[in-house]
């Protein structure tokens, strides 16, 4: 299923007509419903982020993300991700990044299991249309105390101006799903 989706982003990025540029200037606020389902404990609840992402020069970027999720039986998680990146176009509408950060969990509630650890990846990005942009990427965390994850993560993005924007993203990780709507503000 996740080289299809990466499949059909690359298709659909790579015959788009569209000369738009993508933005690694914004801020952008979410609201999501997080899955929690391991072998030991099942979970889910409602959650807010907030992310941050900005240009250093034309080719690297930095950028922050923080989300909470209150879950089922009485489980609070705050994940806290820090990084900075690459980023190059590969065609007029794509754009690849290369991206390293630290990653930190901490969950409480019944129990509570905290894990840090640092993350690689790559993602595309690129836009379709004067009004929509879709990205995706694979990251691989390697956590300190735990054995290492991969994440995938697609979504999409509705420019409503040329500041404001709406957008759906699903983060898919091996135990984790997380789905989010968010708005994104461009200051650049």
Do not use: C, K, P
């Not at 389902?37 to 907030?50: I, M, P, Q, T, V």
């Amino acid at each position: 299923m996740l080289r299809s989706l990466v499949s059909i982003l690359l298709l659909v990025l790579s015959v788009s007509v569209s000369s738009q540029t993508v933005s690694y200037d914004y801020i952008q606020a979410s609201f999501g419903r997080v899955d929690f389902d391991s072998n030991n404990f099942d979970a889910d609840g409602d959650g807010l982020g907030f992310s941050a992402s900005f240009s250093i020069d034309d080719d690297f970027h930095v950028f922050g993300q923080h989300q909470t999720a209150d879950l089922s039986f009485g489980v609070d998680i705050n994940i806290l991700e820090l990084g900075g990146g690459y980023h190059t176009e590969i065609s007029r509408n794509l754009n690849l990044s290369a991206n390293v950060g630290y990653l930190e969990i901490n969950g409480s509630g019944i129990g509570s299991a905290d894990a840090d650890g640092l993350f690689v990846g790559l993602g595309l990005r690129g836009a379709v249309s004067e009004a929509v942009e879709l990205y995706g990427g694979l990251d691989y965390i390697d956590f300190d105390e735990a054995d290492g994850e991969t994440r995938a993560n697609a979504g999409s993005l509705l420019a409503l101006n040329e500041r404001l924007g709406v957008g759906i993203e699903a983060n898919l990780w091996d135990d984790v799903n997380i789905f989010q709507l968010h708005a994104r503000y461009y200051f650049e």
